[in-house]
């Protein structure tokens, strides 16, 4: 049975960073991708970025570029995302996924089958 357990998330003002990390157990990730997603109060999930954990290859959405980074250590079978320059609009909760669907658009909720139970960040003014 597969476990993902983010960790990481807190209240940070604007401008700073905080470094999220999904351990998962149960599950060896090598060669299946991992994903960040984030889901602010009452609007939808939105994909945020995607590592494919055989050979490292990442994939980040316009929101995330250029300020967020996923990485992984697969010896602890954790993934990471680094946020840095937080703004008031990134304030979510944020969870990682794994078990890619590979029939569906991987930039997608649906895309992948398991997910963690999430951490909050809040990003004041």
């Known amino acids: 049975q597969v476990q993902l357990v983010e960790s990481g998330g807190g209240s940070v003002q604007a401008g700073g960073s905080l470094r999220l990390s999904c351990a998962a157990s149960?599950?060896?990730?090598?060669?299946?991708?991992m994903a960040w997603f984030r889901q602010p109060p009452g609007r939808e999930r939105e994909w945020l970025a995607t590592?494919?954990?055989?050979?490292?290859?990442?994939d980040y959405a316009a929101s995330a570029m250029g300020r967020f980074t996923i990485s992984q250590d697969n010896a602890k079978n954790t993934v990471y995302l680094q946020m840095n320059n937080l703004k008031p609009d990134d304030t979510a909760m944020y969870y990682c996924?794994?078990?890619?669907?590979?029939?569906?658009?991987?930039?997608?909720?649906?895309?992948?089958?398991?997910w963690g139970q999430g951490t909050q960040v809040t990003v004041s003014s």
């Open positions: 996924a794994t078990r890619r669907n590979f029939f569906v658009n991987p930039r997608t909720a649906p895309a992948f089958r398991s």
């Open positions: 149960g599950y060896t990730v090598n060669n299946d991708y």
């Open positions: 590592i494919h954990t055989e050979g490292g290859s990442t």
